[in-house]
C-alpha cells in the first residue's frame, strides 16, 4: 500500500496532491464503530499509510476520516462514502454486504459493485486517473455502469 500511495504522489506531483499523514489506529477503530463495521485490511493499512490524499487533477480526493465523520450522508449502516471528484459530482464507497462480503461501488449506480480491493481501486486511479484510459470511468464502462 505504501509503494501504491508512493507511485499516485509520484504521478501527481506536477499537478499537486496532498497526501494527509497516518491516521492513528485508535482513529480507525472509532471510524469502525461508527460505520458498524471493522474495516477490511487493505483500508486499514491505507489509513495508517496516509489519513487520505487530495489530488489537483480532476479534484480527486481519497477522504480523511475525520471528513467522513463530518457529514452522516456519507454514511450509514454497514457503508461509507471513502472517495469523490470534483467536490461531490461522484462518490465511490464501501460497504459490508449482508453475506459478509465488502464490496466498492460508485454512488450513482450503488447496485454494482466495482471490486472487493481497496488495492485495486488504487491501481485503476494510477493507471487512468478518473477519466483518462484504463481510469476509473473506463471501469465502469467495463461493467456495465454507464
Not at 454494482?112 to 465502469?140: M, Q
Request: proline share 4%; net charge negative.
Amino acid at each position: 500500500m505504501k509503494e501504491l500511495i508512493e507511485l499516485i504522489a509520484q504521478k501527481h506531483w506536477e499537478s499537486g496532491i496532498d497526501v494527509n499523514p497516518p491516521a492513528k489506529l485508535s482513529e480507525i477503530e472509532d471510524f469502525e464503530r461508527l460505520a458498524g463495521f471493522l474495516l477490511p485490511a487493505d483500508f486499514r493499512e491505507f489509513y495508517l499509510t496516509c489519513n487520505g490524499f487530495a489530488c489537483n487533477e480532476d479534484i480527486f480526493n481519497m477522504l480523511p476520516l475525520s471528513i467522513i465523520r463530518q457529514f452522516p450522508k456519507d454514511y450509514g449502516v454497514n457503508w461509507f462514502y471513502f472517495s469523490e471528484y470534483m467536490i461531490c459530482s461522484d462518490k465511490w464507497g464501501l460497504r459490508l454486504t449482508s453475506s459478509g462480503e465488502y464490496e466498492i461501488f460508485n454512488g450513482s449506480y450503488p447496485d454494482k459493485a466495482l471490486t472487493n480491493s481497496l488495492s485495486e481501486f488504487l491501481k485503476r486511479f494510477l493507471k487512468g486517473n478518473v477519466f483518462d484510459t484504463d481510469g476509473l470511468y473506463d471501469w465502469h464502462v467495463e461493467i456495465g455502469i454507464n
